[in-house]
C-alpha cells in the first residue's frame, strides 16, 4: 500500500503552531491518482536552511522558498 505523494509534516522546536499552505484536494488529482501536494519539500527543506543561517542554494539541489512564519 502506497503512502500517496502529500501527507502532513510535523516540525518540532522553534515552530510556530498551525497549519501551513492549503489543504489537497480530492477533486484534482495526479495523473497516478495521488494528492497533489500545495507545499514542496524543497520549500520546507529551504526554510530550515534558512532557519540555521544557511543559504538554501548551498545545500539543496532544487530550489525552495522559505515559508514565511513557520520558524520564530
Known sequence: LDHGTASVMFLAGAAHPGVFGTRPS????????????????ADYY??????????A???????????PGIVS
Open 26 to 41: 480530492w477533486s484534482s488529482l495526479n495523473p497516478n491518482g495521488n494528492l497533489i501536494s500545495r507545499v514542496s519539500l
Open 46 to 55: 529551504a526554510t530550515l536552511a534558512h532557519w540555521f543561517g544557511v543559504p
Open 57 to 67: 542554494a548551498a545545500v539543496l539541489p532544487v530550489p525552495g522558498a522559505v515559508i
